[in-house]
């Protein structure tokens, strides 16, 4: 039996009015999907501006508490923490002492308010000298290496009070590595978000200068080549073996064929990354004219939620959460 067609169909039935249109919408982005991203650097005095993310600011961890607090009472239910880091050294040793900066900012975002989901991103690449997410050897990140540091680093945040850890460094076995780490630790109940699709993307760009890990080289040799789709499956599907939680893909926008073919394979929690540089790009588009912000981030949020994904981390979180969808 073949489908009625035109003119017994007509689809435009559906769109007449926003009454309608709201009725038969597929999908829906809340606070509850949304996770903000923020900086805290240690040794800074007043919130500093990034340059290159227009409206997003460097929070001084000396100021932290009340901005947590002030970021919770506008309506967000998570976030996602990175350091900036005055204590660098060549394998990212802040990072895993127990009054280190990532230490200290989980456990006073926590302090502020102990309902919001507080995440721990991570890495390396905030707290090495030479930027890159790992420990180097002959030019490269040793992988096994950076196993142990990225197992210590993630039971000090756990200790510290986070609520999820999110291995974003893209070494083979983190998850594996980061799992037994934590249970072996008594914190069993420490969920991990897997970075697990992470792209070697030119779209982290604002990212590393508002994080202030800018480096020489590329990384290339273990985040994943933009043209690969089968290879992002594979990734993803050895995180969940390996224990993930939720499984996450990153960038956003120019990786929706990954997240839809994704969530085709995987019955665990979808996570998507709206990066620092498709927040510039709207910003920017924005600033000058060429688009319409709020427009721009319904769109593209509603993207991502069309190809599959439950959780969206996001720059606008915090806008969205005073200002409505
Ligand atoms: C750390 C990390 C990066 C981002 C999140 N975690 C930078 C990178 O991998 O170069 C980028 C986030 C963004 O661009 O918004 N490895």
Redesign the pocket.
């Known amino acids: 039996m073949s489908e009625p067609v035109f003119p017994a169909v007509r689809l435009r039935r559906l769109r007449r009015n926003e009454a309608i249109r709201s009725l038969v919408r597929e999908n829906s982005v809340t606070m509850n999907d949304l996770i903000y991203?923020i900086f805290v650097e240690e040794g800074l005095d007043n919130p500093s501006p990034i340059g290159s993310m227009p409206g997003m600011f460097r929070i001084p961890e000396n100021k932290m508490e009340a901005e947590i607090k002030s970021i919770y009472k506008d309506g967000v239910k998570a976030i996602m923490m990175f350091g900036v880091s005055h204590h660098k050294d060549e394998v990212g040793s802040d990072s895993w002492k127990r009054n280190g900066l990532l230490a200290r900012m989980v456990g006073r975002a926590k302090d502020a308010a102990p309902e919001m989901v507080v995440i721990a991103?991570s890495?390396f690449?905030e707290y090495t000298d030479h930027g890159h997410?790992g420990v180097l050897s002959e030019g490269t990140v040793h992988n096994d290496h950076t196993l142990a540091n990225l197992a210590k680093q993630a039971v000090i945040a756990a200790e510290a009070g986070a609520d999820v850890i999110a291995p974003?460094?893209m070494m083979d076995g983190q998850v594996q590595a980061i799992r037994s780490a934590l249970d072996e630790s008594g914190y069993e109940d420490i969920s991990i978000m897997a970075y697990s699709s992470k792209f070697a993307s030119c779209?982290?760009g604002?990212?590393?200068s508002a994080a202030g890990c800018e480096l020489k080289g590329d990384?290339k040799a273990y985040?994943m080549d933009p043209f690969n789709g089968r290879e992002a499956l594979r990734e993803s599907l050895q995180d969940e073996e390996e224990g993930a939680d939720f499984l996450m893909v990153k960038p956003g926008l120019p990786y929706l064929d990954v997240l839809a073919r994704l969530r085709e394979r995987t019955l665990l929690p979808l996570v998507v990354?709206q990066?620092?540089?498709e927040y510039a790009m709207i910003k920017f588009a924005a600033a000058a004219g060429a688009l319409d912000e709020k427009r721009a981030v319904r769109e593209t949020l509603g993207a991502f939620k069309r190809a599959g994904a439950d959780l969206i981390l996001t720059y606008f979180a915090r806008d969205i959460a005073r200002e409505g969808f």
Do not use: I, T
């Open positions: 991203p991103d890495c690449c997410c974003s460094s779209f982290y604002p990212f590393r990384r985040q990354y990066v620092s540089g």
